[in-house]
Nanobody, 125 residues
Framework: QVQLVESGGGLVQAGGSLRLSCAAS????????MGWFRQAPAKEREFVAW????????YYADSVKGRFTISRDNAKNTVYLQMNSLKPEDTAVYYC??????????????????WGQGTQVTVSS
């Protein structure tokens, strides 16, 4: 059983930065890819970023490309999301998730089998 716990959310002004962390326990962290998603009020949960087991490959949603960076530290069983140049439209609950390894791509929610409880990010204008 894998448990994921996000932290690092908060209130920030537009143009500011935040770094989210997601600590994993259970399973073998270095053997699975990880992703970040977000969900704004009254909207569907959407893909944000994905990182491979070895950090060799990353993918980003077009809306965050060039502003957000996903990374991981396998020694600490932690994945990070560095968010720069934040915009009010980035306001959402951010979730980390463990990719199941099943085919279907990196952006589909159905290919993730464990989720954290989420951390709120609010960007004021």
């Amino acid at each position: 059983q894998v448990q994921l716990v996000e932290s690092g959310g908060g209130l920030v002004q537009a143009g500011g930065s935040l770094r989210l962390s997601c600590a994993a326990s259970g399973g073998t962290f270095r053997y699975y890819a990880m992703g970040w998603f977000r969900q704004a009020p009254a909207k569907e949960r959407e893909f944000v970023a994905w990182i491979s087991m070895s950090s060799s490959t990353t993918y980003y949603a077009d809306s965050v490309k060039g502003r957000f960076t996903i990374s991981r530290d396998n020694a600490k069983n932690t994945v990070y999301l560095q968010m720069n140049s934040l915009k009010p439209e980035d306001t959402a609950v951010y979730y980390c998730a463990k990719h199941s390894g099943s085919p279907g791509g990196y952006s589909a929610k159905a290919t993730y089998n464990y989720w954290g409880q989420g951390t709120q990010v609010t960007v004021s204008s």
